[in-house]
């Protein structure tokens, strides 16, 4: 379990280099596109690009389905199965690719023309972004399972060092957005599908040079066909959920309140992907870990990890999220120059959803090691679902934009406790032990950590000297908080122990 949790460790701190060039370059160049594109033309971007990621719950939910027969082979050391099963996945892949393209080219298209909100001069422009979109989905489509291979494997600094690429293309984007003088939003499909390309191109050379496992011979089997697609049509159904979630809800909100909405909750989601970036990297490098342990049958190693998974990943969002949800107004104002109208709010509640939320990555993660999802699928995905036609129905009866995020936030809750529910059947798994081990002790934290910066917000007028002083003050109220109230005995050996470790590789190697 040492090993493993170092393991963790060192892959979550590469992660963590990845992500703060990522969320330096996105925050930029979302002020700079969202300038030069003009709200309007910002929430066409993003939700007709929602239109194309809806096809894409089939992909990532392969994507799932590739990450978990691949960590159960490595985890049983069985090679010569492993390449049985990356073949197959890729012929799998090849099959799904022309169904989401007549999807796109049928149905989406439709719906694109005929019952999306667009100012009628924009809607050549938008069409031009949703056939550039569903070329940048294609290409990333066939990569996920190599992408898939490299989590297995858990060869995070490979993202570490291709993120680098990736940020100077995307900054060569914004150059080429602001120097040339043709349609802005037409020019921006077509760069963004070229940094997709180049990017997908070099995660694939990495993998077939690497990983004997990736150079695809066409291979079929029956029985590994229907076990993974079985595997994966279940996963479809909890995918299809956070779809409707997701762009599901964004197109509605287009449907009734047009793309200047859509912008402001385009802007608030990019806030909280940098700061759940945090939460996901440390995830990603957790998740092939306890896929692992279950297939070597480490069932009490495995619901260690879990428990400790679930409560790191709030912690991890919990201190980052304390100076957004405060400072809101001021951090917007500093970054944008033109502030759209509810996306202090939509910020807010949506990153309060992702806090419930993140104590759930492991739980997910659990259930789909086992492998039997039917159940457990059909349960929180049903409850996940009713959230598109419940936001529908709010919106019909006249309410404000903000409530499908009340909304959202009532029903991550319930699928929190309906996932406990569920894994109490599967693994064993404890409620009473999780909702005692975790869910108290991160409450408490929460509650308590929040009662000095909270004080001095009330009493200071906004300005960079509040919101140094309520960052010093959330930090040192955090870590404080969790450290003695938070983390049991073992936890606190090992979060003192990783900070020695890396003091020592990173900074006395350095000085």
């Not at 060039?21 to 939700?47: A, C, E, F, H, P």
């Not at 998740?287 to 409560?311: C, D, H, N, Y």
């Not at 492991?362 to 036609?389: C, D, E, H, R």
Request: with cysteine; hydrophobic share 50%; proline share 2%.
């Amino acid at each position: 379990m040492e090993t493993n949790n170092k393991r963790i460790a060192k892959n979550t701190l590469l992660l963590y280099f990845r992500m703060l060039l990522l969320m330096g370059v996105s925050l930029y160049t979302v002020r700079v596109v969202l300038n030069t594109l003009g709200t309007v033309d910002y929430g066409i971007y993003s939700v007709v690009g929602g239109i194309v990621t809806m096809f894409s719950f089939l992909s990532n939910t392969m994507a799932s389905a590739s990450q978990r027969f691949f960590s159960y082979e490595l985890g049983r050391g069985n090679y010569e199965q492993l390449k049985k099963t990356f073949s197959m996945t890729m012929t799998i892949y090849a099959m799904i690719a022309l169904v989401i393209l007549i999807l796109a080219e049928t149905v989406g298209l439709w719906f694109l023309n005929n019952k999306m909100t667009i100012p009628a001069e924009r809607m050549e422009a938008a069409n031009w972004v949703y056939q550039f979109s569903i070329l940048s989905f294609m290409m990333t489509m066939i990569t996920i399972p190599f992408n898939a291979a490299i989590i297995a494997h858990e060869r995070m600094n490979v993202y570490a060092w291709v993120s680098i690429v990736e940020v100077l293309l995307k900054l060569l984007v914004v150059y080429l957005l602001v120097a040339f003088s043709i349609d802005k939003l037409k020019l921006y499909a077509i760069l963004i599908f070229g940094v997709t390309t180049l990017v997908t191109f070099i995660y694939r050379s990495y993998c077939i040079r690497k990983f004997n496992e990736c150079r695809f011979s066409f291979y079929w089997n029956k029985k590994l066909f229907k076990e993974i697609l079985s595997f994966s049509g279940w996963n479809l159904f909890g995918a299809l959920a956070g779809i409707f979630n997701n762009n599901g809800i964004n197109i509605v909100l287009n449907m009734f309140f047009g793309p200047i909405v859509n912008t402001a909750r385009a802007v608030a989601y990019q806030v909280n992907s940098s700061t759940n970036q945090f939460v996901q990297n440390f995830m990603t490098a957790s998740r092939p870990q306890i896929t692992k342990l279950f297939a070597s049958g480490e069932q009490e190693q495995m619901m260690k990890l879990v428990f400790q998974s679930s409560k790191f990943s709030y912690i991890l969002l919990f201190i980052l999220s304390m100076p957004v949800l405060l400072e809101t107004h001021f951090i917007f104002k500093v970054w944008l120059n033109d502030v759209p109208e509810y996306v202090v709010l939509f910020t807010r509640l949506i990153i309060i959803g992702t806090l419930i939320d993140s104590t759930s990555y492991a739980l997910q993660t659990a259930a789909q090691a086992t492998g039997k999802i039917v159940t457990y699928q059909a349960v929180v995905g049903g409850m996940m679902i009713l959230n598109l036609p419940l936001a529908y129905l709010l919106l019909r009866l006249g309410h404000a934009p903000q409530s499908v995020f009340y909304l959202s936030i009532a029903n991550s809750a319930v699928c929190l406790f309906l996932r406990l529910y569920m894994l109490s059947k599967m693994i064993h798994l404890s409620v009473s032990d999780f909702a005692y081990r975790v869910l108290l002790p991160l409450f408490l934290v929460t509650i308590i950590a929040y009662i000095a910066p909270l004080t001095i917000l009330m009493n200071l007028d906004m300005g960079f000297s509040r919101f140094f002083i309520i960052l010093c003050a959330g930090f040192i109220s955090s870590i404080s908080t969790i450290f003695f109230i938070g983390l049991t005995k073992n936890e606190k050996q090992f979060a003192l122990q990783t900070v020695k470790n890396f003091k020592k590789k990173y900074v006395q190697k350095n000085a």
